[in-house]
């Protein structure tokens, strides 16, 4: 698996990442952990780890996401950068090896699929950007003002599709080229089906 996929396999919350690289103390309330947020002065805990080990600061930043986002944010290094501190950091082991390009690009040639492949592979990368932009936007604007405030079901759903959404956006960036090819072929079968559906629905 790619530094990505072993640093989730790890477990590694933003909780863990804010302790170690920040010295942040937290206080626990229910499933939830509080502390002031290490990217900006405050004095009041406004930097939340909910059960899922994600964090959102709930202060002046609004920002959010995952133990490579926090890493990311406080290092100010990219993604990819923050995913191998984070695995060098707390020992975890992922694979490095990349395919041989002349055996890639026989075996695009081979599938004939390789200048479709390009052309999704653009055209994913442009929609996942404009997806993330749409959840920090509900991230920010749709937050609770407080702990003890319902939180909005569209700052909830923004959460809950972060993660699916910078996973693909880590591979597309990040992946090896197997990793790639895997979210195509899925995208492919899922369009395919959604077609068939509609011809279904259609007639």
């Known amino acids: 698996m ?3 996929e072993a640093v989730r396999a790890a477990n590694i919350s933003a909780k863990d990442a804010a302790e170690r690289y920040a010295g942040a103390v937290f206080t626990q309330k229910g499933r939830r952990h509080w ?26 930043c609004s920002a959010g996401g995952d133990a490579t986002a926090f890493a990311a944010a406080y290092f ?6 923050a995913a ?13 090896h990349r395919d041989d390009p002349k055996a890639a690009n026989k075996r695009r040639k081979k599938q004939g699929t390789y200048g479709v492949f390009e052309g999704w592979l653009a055209e994913s990368r442009r929609a996942l950007e404009g997806r993330l ?7 920010q604007n749709f937050a609770p003002a407080s702990p003890d405030e319902e939180a909005d079901e569209r700052f909830v759903q923004a959460l809950i599709c972060r993660e699916q959404v910078e996973y693909m956006a880590d591979t597309l960036a990040a992946g090896s080229i ?23 629905t259609a007639g």
């Not at 290490?38 to 406004?46: C, D, M, N, W």
């Not at 100010?76 to 950068?81: A, I, N, T, W």
């Open 76 to 81: 100010g290094v990219s993604p990819l950068e």
């Open 84 to 96: 191998k501190l984070l695995a060098r950091d707390f020992g975890v082991e992922y694979s490095q």
């Open 133 to 139: 932009e749409q959840i920090d936007y509900a991230a």
């Open 35 to 60: 502390a002031c947020c290490p990217l900006h002065r405050e004095k009041t805990a406004s930097f939340c780890v909910s059960g899922d080990g994600r964090w959102h600061c709930f202060g002046s």
């Open 2 to 4: 790619n530094v990505f």
């Open 178 to 200: 197997g990793d790639k090819l895997s979210l195509f072929r899925e995208d492919v079968k899922r369009k395919v089906v959604q077609k068939y559906a509609e011809q279904n």
